[in-house]
């Protein structure tokens, strides 16, 4: 009893005990009926898949090379992408070295049995592994002891978009892969060929981008718990926008053109010239709300979208104003003549103004002199003794100008207004129409030019 209570005794019945546990897991994991063949069987004997390769001797370093299979959908609203990957992995395990210069092609449900990296995708919301007909796995042993360990993965992660000019924006989306648990000084990961490491996107087909750049990082990751190593896979999407155009550019430059109709149609035809304004209104405001369906509602972004169709609902309002004020103006004046009827009548405001003026100031010239003494001629005389000397003159009283001078400037600031009306009053309003059709396309192609110029180009 004594002998067995020894640490000596105890560790080697723990070694024995946990030898046969490994035996009896390597049994359970295998179905029942299969046997491993030698080679496996000798490889896996007394292999230990909860300890990492070179777990005194420095870290492991693991290898990667992405395949993109397809790239499904690409959501604005949700602001990321679900693709179809290759994910491999390569690193070397001493312990798996054997005899030969071929290497082995297991089943992938033997993965179970070895130790393989704890690689996640960084921004995935959610992932699965395809598993039809079986769990699509890949695991081949080289005779130096270098694994290959392959998965096909269909993942949606999430891509920070910028849709301020959308839609002629360009989107750099990443793919990001890191060690979960084991930190730069247990696990490195690089690309195993660079920038060539990541293949597909060449014949890959998008419904509304084109991969325009694509390239490899290699990165760190800190976290609270420590330093883990990162590898960062960048690829740029330019949405194409002939889907745009023929969608919404053109249906909106259509309505404004259309509101233009109204300019050719007679001032006198009311109910037409209403029913073009306020239908290509209606229309235009069904378009913008169309447009911004698949879009997310968030009042941090002014797309370039959100531009052009305001620009294009001002112009169409602004036709419909434009017909407001030239029919308000042909009812004060039913034809040209009454516009110079109009100037008449405002010239002889002024000249009754003028009158009132001139008569106010004749009359208060007449009150200032009866005010004034009466000069009488008279000779000197001598005074006689009786008679006292001649009393000095009264001082001359002068007549206060005040309330007439603010008369006069009231009546001159109305007749400077009299005069500004008069400067802004349209000769006649048909020309309000001659005018509208000139300014208005001229100024739409100036601001379409400046818009496509800016987004474009800067």
Request: proline residues 5%; hydrophobic residues 40%.
């Amino acid at each position: 009893m004594r002998a067995l209570a020894s640490p000596g005794t105890a560790f080697a019945v723990l070694f024995f005990i946990s030898r046969i546990m490994e035996d009896f897991l390597l049994l359970a994991e295998v179905k029942e009926g299969e046997i491993l063949p030698p080679t496996i069987h000798k490889l896996m004997k007394g292999y230990n898949k909860y300890l990492r390769p070179f777990f005194d001797n420095g870290p492991v370093t693991v290898g990667m090379s992405l395949d993109i299979a397809s790239i499904d959908t690409i959501s604005e609203i949700n602001m990321d992408y679900t693709a179809t990957i290759f994910l491999r992995q390569r690193w070397t395990d001493e312990r798996l070295c054997f005899d030969g210069n071929k290497s082995l092609s297991l089943d992938g449900r033997l993965v179970e049995l070895l130790w393989v990296p704890d690689t996640f995708i960084v921004d995935s919301k959610k992932s699965f592994l395809h598993d039809i007909t079986v769990e699509n796995r890949l695991i081949r042993i080289f005779p130096n002891g270098t694994v290959l360990y392959a998965l096909r993965i269909t993942t949606t992660v999430a891509c920070n978009m910028d849709l301020t000019k959308y839609p002629m924006d360009k989107q750099t989306c990443t793919l990001q892969l890191e060690s979960w648990g084991y930190n730069i000084n247990d696990v490195m990961f690089y690309w195993t060929r660079g920038n060539d490491s990541v293949s597909g996107l060449d014949t890959l087909r998008l419904a509304q981008y084109t991969v325009e750049d694509h390239y490899t990082s290699v990165s760190e990751a800190i976290y609270e718990t420590g330093h883990y190593p990162k590898l960062i896979f960048h690829f740029e999407l330019k949405r194409s926008i002939l889907y745009f155009i023929l969608e919404t550019y053109v249906p909106s430059s259509l309505l404004v053109v259309l509101s233009w109709v109204s300019f050719w149609i007679s001032q006198s035809s009311v109910p037409a010239r209403i029913c073009i304004g306020v239908t290509t209104v209606l229309t235009m405001t069904t378009l913008m709300m169309g447009a911004r369906t698949s879009l997310p509602n968030a009042n941090c972004f002014i797309k370039a979208i959100d531009v052009y169709l305001g620009i294009c609902f001002s112009f169409i309002f602004g036709a419909l104003i434009e017909y407001a004020v030239a029919h308000f103006c042909t009812l004060h004046h039913p034809n040209g003549a009454n516009a110079f009827m109009y100037g008449q009548q405002v010239l002889e405001c002024e000249d009754e103004m003028n009158g009132v003026v001139t008569t106010i100031a004749s009359n208060s010239t007449r009150l200032k002199k009866r005010k004034e003494p009466a000069a009488t001629p008279s000779t000197p005389t001598t005074p006689g003794p009786g008679a006292s000397s001649p009393s000095s003159s009264e001082p001359d009283v002068d007549t206060p100008r005040e309330a007439p001078s603010r008369l006069e400037q009231v009546l001159r600031s109305l007749r400077k207004w009299l005069n500004f009306i008069n400067c802004c009053h349209v000769e006649n309003p048909h020309y309000i129409d001659n005018y509208s059709r000139m300014s208005f396309p001229l100024s739409f192609i100036a601001v379409n030019l400046l818009y496509w110029t800016y987004y474009l180009y800067f």
